[in-house]
């Protein structure tokens, strides 16, 4: 992706989750361009698409600490992010799937809309 299109894409995200700084964004629109490049949430082709100069495992630790940082508030951003999806939805049909395939850890989810899946957050531990 162009730096040009980046900042469009950062500037689109930062109007719909305005509850993230200008790196939370920055890395959040670099890895969701990874997501579409690669085909695929694995880390490592991910990192493979979005790799800037760097080795791709370079890549992938970053994307580990944007992920693991405890410093962005996960509740807001969910907040946000779930307001963008259901206006972008409008008046559909919405189904929440709920993957509880180890109780004991965590539950995630997604919602499903035109036979795609996207991310929800994982729920808190059980």
Known sequence: MNQSVMYQWMGQLASYLPSLNSWQLAN?????????????????????????GERPSSAARRLRRFIANQTMNIEDFFVD???????QLARQRITLLVDETNPAATCSGGIIHV????????????
């Open 28 to 52: 959040l629109a670099l890895f969701t361009e990874g997501i579409v490049k690669a085909e695929s949430c694995q880390q490592e082709q991910i990192a493979r698409q979005v790799a800037c």
């Open 81 to 87: 992010w779930t307001r963008w999806i259901v206006t």
């Open 115 to 126: 036979s795609r899946l996207r991310a929800v957050r994982p729920a808190a531990k059980l």
